[in-house]
């Protein structure tokens, strides 16, 4: 019996919600094949589309760790399992490419032992594959992939989270300029304290996004669509940033921030049409930094 699983790109903070809020896109994503194997333990037999960086030892890999955590807490760790990784996305990417693997780890697993236990409850060791690549722990990639949709954390700690029903019409365009830039990175040039005043206007706009987003109040979304915090900060870098953001905004976007830690962009718009457009034309400012920038559009 073999197991194939599709574990999608993540966008995490949607703007006002960082570390908290992050919705799934159809493509691209990571895929994980296990099936069972004679000799004890999990062995990743082969790893591909990863430049021969990841390391094929289980507990050196977000996959890994996240299906060995798994078999742990189950008491089967002697299961003679192997696994193959395929990424389809690049790393650094502010896609959540980490995080798509440790939820195939550890969805794929779980299904070839007979499903013991469900999707919410895959969430913590999916989380614990992630935080083994970059040594954080947020839900804002990891959720979302896992339970699809859009998915707000009240609590990391306690992994509460709630799904959210999208929006009919609402699509993502998400573009991809082809630079890396590490989360670590992105995440120490965040200021530890911030005033009271950015932590209100924060506040207000992620309310007003929830809001919008169960109420289908496309206007509402619009104006909630507003990061004070990381965003500022997190822009430089990525080349040509505003630029993209005016040209997203004037071909018919709703909002427009940066993809989980960058350099990924993204865009909300109403309608798949308009979200082709934005597309284009923020990929159209991207091209005089990035030879190869990727498109994705996607219905929420
Ligand atoms: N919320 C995280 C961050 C997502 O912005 O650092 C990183 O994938």
Redesign the pocket.
Known sequence: QEVRVFAPATV??VACG??VLGFAIDSPGDEVVVRHCDKPGLHITAITGDDGKLPKAPEKNTAGVAALDLLRHLGMTDRGIEMEIHKKMPFGS?L?SS?ASAVAGAYAVNKLIGEPLSKQQLLPFAMAGEASA?G?W?A??VAPCLLGGIVFIRSNDELDVAQLPPPADLWAAVVHPDIEIL?KV??EILPKDIPLVNATQQIGNLGGLLCGLIQSDYGLISRSIHDVI?EPRRQKLIPEFYKAKRAAMSSGALGFSIS??GPSVFALCEGETTANKVGEAISKVFSSVSLENQIYVSKI
């Open positions: 995490a903070n960082y570390d502010g959540g995080a970059d954080a947020h804002d990639n989360t992105a995440r990381a989980g830690a």
